[in-house]
């Protein structure tokens, strides 16, 4: 990757679901080493956007280039975007490490299997090696000893800690987590946290949708406001969530502290 290159560039993504248009245009880059927290509301096109990003939806215009390299696409006869060459979305979908909501583990697989697959048939690389990063990456986030363990064995915390390191094993150029811990128990939370701290220690460059906003403010690098489809507000966290710039930002920061 060029190193002048943003890791991750968003243009004027469009998407809409029938007529309800869910993004109207959103823009922004991430550079090596930066952390972008994505917030807002319900319904504000925050998950959306995240799937836009690596076509797990198909946006109806815009672009997405990871390290200085476009996602080729073509419009369909409904007016979406669909990438034109399968072989580059599964090498750009491997750039883009994806962390969601709910896991998305195979649950009829062991954890080493779940890390181990993408490395294997996409990366190319022996099992050998696959297992070695594999049980490394499992150190990393806490459960070296539960290679063998099924997703069902696990509470939903070590679920999401083995996503991530099913992620990082791809080496991808950006981490994208979805919420990533609006599915677990108020008591699970800390245990993904630390992880994630820690990957914004090592300057992983990430974008994170995530209603944990000590979270945000502690490891952001810049903080967006999605409102209605739309960047509303962005800045560092100082700047949006200690001197909101509008009565919409205010009315969703009071919530926040109210709840």
């Not at 000893?145 to 679920?159: A, I, N, V, W």
């Not at 083995?162 to 811990?181: G, Q, S």
Request: net charge neutral.
């Amino acid at each position: 990757m060029d190193t002048n290159q943003p890791a991750l560039s968003v243009r004027d993504i469009h998407k809409q679901f029938g007529n309800t248009e869910v993004l109207r245009g959103v823009s922004f880059e991430a550079h090596s080493g930066d952390v972008v927290s994505i917030i807002g509301s319900s319904g504000s096109g925050k998950s959306t956007l995240l799937r836009c990003i690596n076509f797990l939806e198909s946006p109806n215009s815009g672009e997405i280039v990871v390290g200085g390299e476009a996602i080729r696409t073509r419009k369909d006869k409904t007016g979406s975007l669909v990438p034109v060459d399968k072989a580059q979305l599964r090498q750009m979908r491997a750039r883009l490490g994806m962390v969601f909501q709910n896991f998305n583990l195979w649950d009829h697989r062991t954890v080493m299997d779940n890390i181990i697959e993408g490395p294997v048939h996409i990366l190319k690389q022996s099992k050998k090696q696959a297992k070695e990063q594999a049980r490394a990456l499992l150190d990393k986030v806490g459960l070296f000893d539960k290679e063998d363990h099924y997703p069902s064995q696990l509470s939903g915390g070590q679920q999401q800690r083995v996503a991530i390191a099913r992620a990082l094993a791809m080496n991808p150029t950006v981490m994208l987590f979805d919420e990533p811990t609006s599915a677990l128990d108020p008591e699970l939370v800390s245990e993904v946290i630390t992880v994630i701290r820690q990957l914004a220690e090592e300057k992983r460059t990430m974008i994170m949708v995530t209603h944990e906003m000590a979270l945000a403010r502690e490891i952001s690098s810049k903080l967006i406001f999605l409102d209605q489809g739309l960047i509303h507000t962005q800045g560092s966290p100082a700047e949006v969530m200690d001197n909101p710039d509008s009565d919409r930002l205010r009315q969703f920061l009071g919530m926040l502290n109210a709840a």
